[in-house]
């Protein structure tokens, strides 16, 4: 905005010269070439003073006197060229506006004739002379992302429904209460509009349900000054003039990248990045979050998405997905190879009359072909070679069309696979906060994660996360979905994130004998031997399978124990019935010392006795040779080990136990 003042303030405004007979005096105007400079004081010579330090502090709206001289109100710019018409406008507007604001020390000095016309001359100095653009300017001729950080203002708030209204008409006719509450719904929904500008041209916004609710509430005023980022353009299709965007150009602004900015802040793009929003303040429908800051409490394997041909979807785990592409290479292969063998090696041609194609059928029918082959011609051997190279590509074309349409019978054209990878967020709070909130929980939900972000992100760190997408669902945990190449993880700094409270919890094997202190449905990884595998069978349209371990806890705190009660895990995964996927539990666990992780806490049978756990695709499992010597599952996986070396009949009393549940006849 160029009304940042210098030492003096006189540029670009300046106090009335009055002639002697009290009349402003025009200064005198020559007619010059575009390019000749026109305002007497830009470029500036001295440092310019800011708003703050011009005028001391914000105004006060207690006294809106106006000193409007009547020079001023005759001036009538219709006449003028559309950009005239523009500036005289924002000119008069702003002027105006700091004559009302602060009507003491503007005492009419500042909208008057000449400093309007100084403004005109300013403005062209740097706009046209100089080649010098504003925000707005920039985002419709397409040189500059909507998406940047900018300060504009309120100018204008057009028509808005009166919801308060609405619902007192809804009351009174009872006959339509059916229908005025689904307009009362609708007018709810629609979107506000407003005008922004950043003093030198203005375009139309498009508020979501969440602004509109705040100007609703009048808390969005004209004047006001809002820090905008994450916003985009609706209607764009390409570089417009101001003048062309008016009416079919709107900028889409979102409450999640909205925020007030001081009053004395400068209109138009911010030269640093404002501090991000706090998780807690996210709102589920408010539109796509510029940046954020939040803890990571934990990362979950990589899974991947599947849609159907049918609309359908399966999710798998990085296994179940191997599996998965090693079953479709194989049916592929096997469709191309009954093909293949179907297709007629002879080398019958189309057109017999090729010369190609005669040879071929002579040396079919020569008794000696190689001795024929070695009388040809080079002409004919040419020829020939020629016929064969065009019959081997028709086949092979013949071959990979038959392919496709047997494939495409079988519904294994191609595969629609999508990776994302899950994680858990916290949100944070300072050390020195005086109110005691609890943390937001979210789920972030990565799409095509880049390699950089599957071996960068740590559990436990503090990242400055941007471009997440929040659902539009409200739950108590906020879901937020982002894009790997458009999503940014930065790590916050050591020293930075010690001035936040502990949010981190880090992962530890909990013992069969400790488990009654995990909170239902709640996640924990468990290291023990698993003594039973079962069957994968159908329950309510669901595959199904149970896995049955012990990790020795019970009896090692207590040697002489003999009591078989709440020393099992049945551990139970389940998948929908369309999936043609193998059993999740590989049958060679049976055995084996194995860890998990991320298993969900269920209810304790109490009839038999036994803790129950749920695999979901984010669970994992590992044989207990394979665990890390740093992971936090090696120490309970080496001790369930040493123990099961040594309690061979403790293993198989508790074998036994579990074919009695599970009702095998030979238990």
């Known amino acids: ?37 026109l305002s007497a004081y830009y470029p500036f010579q001295h440092k310019r003073k800011t708003w703050k330090e011009y005028f001391g502090g914000p105004p006060c709206f207690n006294c809106l ?12 710019a219709k006449g003028a060229e559309r950009w005239v018409n523009n500036h005289y406008k924002w000119i008069v507007w702003k002027l105006a506006s700091l004559e009302r604001c602060y009507p003491t020390k503007a005492a009419g000095k500042f909208l008057t004739v000449a400093n309007v016309l100084d403004e005109l001359k300013y403005r062209y100095d740097r706009e046209v002379n100089n080649g010098h653009r504003s925000a707005i300017k920039k985002i419709l001729e397409g040189n500059a992302l909507p998406s940047l950080m900018m300060v504009l203002c309120i100018s204008a708030i057009y028509s808005h429904p009166d919801v308060h209204k609405l619902e007192a008409v809804g009351t009174d006719e009872n006959e339509n209460s059916i229908k005025n509450k689904s307009l009362l719904a609708a007018k709810r929904n629609m979107p506000a509009h407003i005008e922004l500008t950043d003093g030198w041209y203005a375009l139309e916004a498009s508020l979501d349900v969440a602004l509109s609710e705040q100007l609703q509430k009048r808390k969005l005023f004209i004047g006001q000054k809002l820090r905008i980022w994450g916003a985009s353009l609706c209607g764009w299709t390409g570089p417009v003039s101001f003048h062309e965007a008016s009416g079919t150009v709107k900028l889409m602004v979102h409450v999640n990248g909205s925020y007030r900015a001081r009053w004395d802040d400068p209109l138009g793009f911010c030269k640093h990045v404002g501090p991000p929003l706090a998780f807690k303040c996210i709102k589920a429908s408010g539109g796509r979050v510029p940046r954020t800051l939040v803890g990571v409490a934990r990362i979950y394997p990589v899974l991947y998405k599947e849609r159907l041909p049918d609309g359908s979807s399966i999710v798998r785990s990085e296994r179940m997905e191997r599996k998965a592409l090693q079953l479709y290479h194989q049916r592929v292969s096997k469709i191309a190879e009954d093909i293949m063998s179907e297709q007629d090696e002879n080398c019958a041609s189309t057109d017999d009359s090729e010369e190609g194609a005669k040879i071929c059928k002579m040396l079919e029918q020569a008794a000696e072909p190689e001795v024929m082959m070695a009388g040809l011609t080079s002409e004919q051997m040419i020829s020939f070679s020629s016929y064969q190279a065009k019959q081997k ?61 599957k071996a960068d992100l740590v559990e436990g760190q503090v990242y400055i996360a941007t471009g997440l997408l929040p659902s539009a669902h409200c739950t108590n945990i906020l879901y937020l979905h982002a894009r790997g190449s458009s999503t940014m993880w930065k790590p916050l700094a050591s020293a930075q994130a010690a001035d936040f409270q502990p949010f981190f919890t880090p992962r530890k094997a ?123 599952l090696k120490e309970a996986a080496t001790c369930a080990e040493k123990w099961a070396s040594s309690s061979f009949d403790k293993i198989q009393q508790l074998k036994e136990r579990v074919l009695c549940i599970i009702g095998d006849s030979g238990g």
Not at 5 to 11: A, C, E, Y
Not at 408 to 422: I, N, Y
Request: charged share 20%; glycine share 4%; with cysteine.
């Open 1 to 37: 905005m160029p009304l940042l003042t210098m030492v003096r303030f006189i540029t670009p405004i300046s106090t009335n010269r009055q002639s002697s007979a009290g009349v402003p005096k025009l200064p005198p105007t020559q007619i010059t070439s575009c390019r000749t400079k």
């Open 65 to 76: 006197a106006e000193h409007i001289i009547d020079e001023v109100k005759l001036m009538d």
């Open 393 to 453: 590509e028709a086949r092979q074309n013949e071959v990979a069309k038959k392919v496709e349409n047997a494939l495409e019978v079988a519904g294994l054209s191609s595969r629609d696979v999508t990776p994302f990878l899950k994680v858990r967020v916290t949100g944070l709070a300072h050390k020195i906060s005086a109110t005691k909130t609890i943390n937001k929980e979210g789920l972030i939900t990565i799409w095509n994660p880049t390699e950089k972000q």
């Open 510 to 632: 909990v013992e069969l004998s400790l488990i009654g202190e995990v909170p239902l449905a709640s996640e924990f990884d468990i290291a023990g031997v698993v003594l039973h595998v079962g069957d994968v069978y159908l329950c309510s349209n669901q595959k199904r399978q149970w896995l049955f371990l012990t990790d020795g806890s019970k009896f090692i705190s207590a040697s002489q124990s003999t009591d078989q009660d709440d020393c099992l895990l049945a551990v139970s995964f389940s998948c929908s019935s369309a999936s043609d996927d193998g059993a999740f539990f590989s049958y060679a666990l049976s055995g084996n010392t194995v860890g998990f992780s991320n298993l969900v806490k269920r209810q304790k049978d109490q009839t038999r006795r036994i803790w129950v756990a749920e695999a979901t695709q984010s669970s994992t499992y590992t044989l207990s040779h394979e665990i890390s010597k740093k992971s936090h």
